[in-house]
């Protein structure tokens, strides 16, 4: 059965998503370990962790000692193998079944027995990814959302299959680690996601239906329904591209017209425009 203590974890995969999560937990006090495919894209995430911990300091939020020891607590290899000892390990690959079947195929025969395994996927099945192990009580999902060292919401994800040992541990480290964790079960999007996407793709096919401008389409969501983010400036830090897939994965899984990319969207990424990662989605970005 999992152990309900976890002390270290793995991470896999050390992009945005990755590095933020490998971050929050440095931070928390608990060792990480980061593993990329090389060591080019490994250190790559500890720059941005070194970057975003040092303008912690910066800003008063932290110490240049707290700084350094939870920069410390992270450790990056290029090899799986390294994750052998980790309590949790949480995989934060591309947007890809097969990739990530595969990853937890490999990890199921790696770590100990009593490890847990969670995806950090955003739209895919949790259960199809656990049926790549031959343990998939022990596997789960933990959504984080972007950027992780600052949004507080992690999606605990249960399958059908799932402990509730290994879920209670993974619910419970969330909120060791300053998260608030909500349980939900497998369903396409989860929550945020199920209740999100279709608003925002609604909120821009305003804009050609009513022939409103992405500012106004933001004023009228900020100063009318009291929201702290106009749609189009979310979109922009989702990243559009990022927005696009999880809108094609939820309107496969439900059929329902409101979940799919409106053309507007797809045109914007074909252009190259993402959002603040380009420089230029809905809104310009030095």
């Not at 390294?82 to 890809?96: N, Q, R």
Request: charged share 25%; net charge negative.
């Amino acid at each position: 059965m999992p152990s309900t203590e976890i002390n270290r974890v793995g991470v896999v995969g050390l992009g945005t998503m990755g590095a933020g999560i490998a971050q929050v937990c440095v931070h928390a006090g608990i060792d990480a370990v980061g593993r990329e495919v090389n060591d080019e894209l490994a250190e790559r995430g500890r720059a941005t962790i070194d970057h975003y911990l040092g303008r912690g300091v910066e800003k008063g939020r932290m110490t240049q000692e707290e700084k350094d020891a939870a920069l410390g607590r992270l450790r990056l290899t290029t090899d799986l193998g390294d994750l052998a000892e980790c309590d949790l390990v949480i995989e934060a690959v591309l947007e890809e079944l097969d990739l990530k079947r595969d990853v937890f195929t490999q990890l199921d025969g790696i770590v100990n027995p009593d490890a847990i395994l969670a995806s950090n996927t955003s739209a895919l099945s949790v259960t199809e990814i656990a049926e790549a192990t031959a343990h998939p009580e022990r596997v789960l999902g933990m959504h984080f959302f972007n950027p992780a060292p600052v949004l507080k919401l992690v999606e605990v994800v249960r399958t059908a299959q799932t402990s509730d040992e290994a879920f209670e541990a993974a619910y419970s480290f969330a909120g060791r680690i300053g998260k608030e964790p909500i349980a939900c079960t497998d369903t396409p999007g989860f929550v945020v996601n199920r209740i999100l996407i279709p608003l925002l793709n609604d909120c821009v096919r305003v804009i050609d239906e009513a022939s409103v401008s992405p500012e106004d389409v933001d004023r009228a969501m900020t100063c009318g329904a009291n929201w702290p983010i106009g749609p189009c400036a979310l979109i922009d830090l989702i990243g559009l591209d990022v927005h696009v897939h999880a809108s094609e994965a939820l309107h496969g899984a439900l059929g329902e017209e409101r979940m799919a990319p409106p053309p507007r969207l797809l045109q914007m990424v074909e252009e190259g425009k993402l959002g603040r990662k380009s420089g230029q989605g809905f809104f310009s970005y030095d």
